[in-house]
């Protein structure tokens, strides 16, 4: 089975001193590097999702500016397509389908931000288009939310995302548990 990575909005804007600085942002860029190491020495395609806003009355992501670029930490190499998206779902108004299709991608290995929104919307998308989707939870991050008077700290964010995502879309493991296979 041919596998594809897919990179999801590891941008500056969710790192510490960013416009929306996510809970464990550090360590998720740190697991997807070493995850995009392992694509980059097998060779296998890599995808990079960069989200950049231009919804009205966006606080982040905004185009020019140093927050909506893709992190040091895991940033493309010239053979490395990066796709730019407006909508949590990264296939919405994109060419990520056609990319993949092209690559003839049969899994999907997703991480990135946010579990709770862009890495759900696009595995979920992904699930839909025939992909058998893999996440890898610890190479993703959240923040908290709130929901009425309730604050819902991220780490609870994100235990549900990735639980939701397990039950039907995506096989949901951690860095260590992930073995890449080269067909």
Known sequence: MKHGLILID??????????????????????AKKLLDKFRKAKLPIFH????????GAAFFLPDTKGVK????????????????????????????????????????????????CVDATTRAAFDLG??????????????LQHKDKVVEAENV???????LAVLYAKVISLNDFKLTVA
């Open 10 to 31: 590891i941008q500056n804007d969710y790192f510490t001193g960013g416009k929306m600085a996510l809970v464990g942002m550090d360590e998720a860029a740190n697991n």
């Open 49 to 56: 999702v960069q989200h950049i806003s231009n919804r009205k």
């Open 70 to 117: 893709i992190h040091e930490s895991v940033a493309p190499i010239p053979n490395e397509i990066v796709v730019q998206k407006n909508f949590p779902n990264s296939f919405r108004d994109t060419s990520l389908l056609n990319h993949l299709n092209d690559a003839t991608i049969e899994e999907v290995v997703i991480c990135g931000a946010m579990s709770h929104m």
């Open 131 to 144: 992909y058998n989707c893999v996440v890898i939870e610890d190479a993703c991050a959240t923040r908290n």
């Open 158 to 164: 994100h235990a549900a995302f990735m639980a939701a």
